[in-house]
């Protein structure tokens, strides 16, 4: 049975399934340069926006499980996670032993949950969280061994700002990670899609892998 996982941006899916009247699948509009609308799992701003991020948490579950799994977080690593919303990974990542965490949203919503939802590490010093986006978070360049980001890349309005602002903060071997949900269907992006956010990481880094997991597909690239 596959679990329906209702974490991503209605307006996003929206845009994922719109399709032509002859059934084929029209062009999305992503990455046009616009900044997201007003859908509130998109940017989460105000009390809808503050709903939208209990409603992350509670469904993204079984999601950032398996994917702090594929992770392989090395103990001691200094991570950065972009667009953590409600900050559930966020707290599995600060739960490696060693680690030091940052965590950086637009939403000022989302920051403010992340910090409550994870006060212990937070107050321990594993775990910072600060507002920033994709192409700007605020980090010195080569400062983390892993740069990672779930369910954002379709809300960033353009790819190549986010994936060199990856590679600047990312220490030479160290790893950037953007994954997108596949479950539910509705919600997970085009083929012509997931190529173009590959194309996009391996034009910064060289290359790019992929892994497709049950719940995610993962790109990869080492710097
Ligand atoms: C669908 S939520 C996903 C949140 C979380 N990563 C998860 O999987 O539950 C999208 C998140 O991306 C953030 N976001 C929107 N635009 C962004 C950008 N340009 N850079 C980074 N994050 C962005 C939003 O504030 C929101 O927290």
Redesign the pocket.
Known sequence: MVDEIP???PG?AGRARHRGRGGSDAARRLWTGA??GPDP????RGPLGRA??WA??LT?RG??AELIAALRVPPGAAVL??????G??LGMLAAVPGTSVTG????PE?VRMARRRNAAAVRAGRLRVAE????ATGLPAASVDLVV????VA???RLDP?MAEFHRVLRPGGRAVVAW?RLPPRFALAPAELAEVERALAARFGAAGRTVLRRSVVFTAVR
Do not use: C, K, Q, Y
Request: charge should be negative; charged fraction near 10%.
């Open positions: 974490n991503v941006a996003i900044p997201p799992f998109a940017l989460p939208a991020g992350l948490a993204g999601h950032n996670e972009v667009g953590h919303g409600p559930v990974l950086v949203d637009p939403s989302m920033g986006r994709a192409d980001t779930v369910n954002t809300m960033w309005p986010g949900h």
